[in-house]
């Protein structure tokens, strides 16, 4: 396995996918990573749905947004879709406290899909009811989130930040995403 830096600091958002299917036993391996992050008092206020079916998949794709910097002109094509969604979940009534360790959990989520070589798209912009009405969630879980992923067929990169934060495509069709140094982000004993 990589170096945990360096899987940090090469994982970038993926919205291409391969049509390959991940292995159960990968997203098992996510789910159980993701069980393990922190959260606050100890509650474990998440719980997850793995979605993996094509029709499911096909279903799911139209009720989330692909790209907003680049209004619509990112969105992966039938052959790049996705073959799998993670689905994150919190109680209805604590969905405000499960913001947090949904932010916990999802990370240990893309960390260790970048290690195994998957690609993922953590993604907040989704019709949530329609979401929850297809996969049959139980009435009183709320979608916090959710996670496409898959094996990238694309390979962003991240490029040094000159002032805004957009993503963009370069003349070679890359996704190029701005990132700030860490003297941009850094207050050291001041």
Sequence with gaps: MQNIYDIIMARRTVR????????????????????????GSNKQPLSFGIITDKQLCAQIFPNVGWAGYLKGTYTP?????PTAYICVFADEENKGPAETAAGAAIENILILAQAEGLGCCWMGAINRDKIKEIVQAPREKYLLYLIALGYPAESP??????????????????????????????????
């Design 16 to 39: 291409k996918f391969r049509q390959d299917p991940v292995k159960k036993e990968i997203l098992l391996r996510l789910m159980d990573a993701a069980r393990m992050a922190p959260t």
């Design 77 to 81: 094509a039938e052959s790049e879709r």
């Design 157 to 190: 990169k991240a490029v040094q930040y000159s002032g805004d934060v957009k993503y963009f495509l370069d003349d070679s069709k890359i996704l190029n995403v701005p990132k700030k140094s860490i003297k941009d982000v850094l207050i050291l004993d001041k």
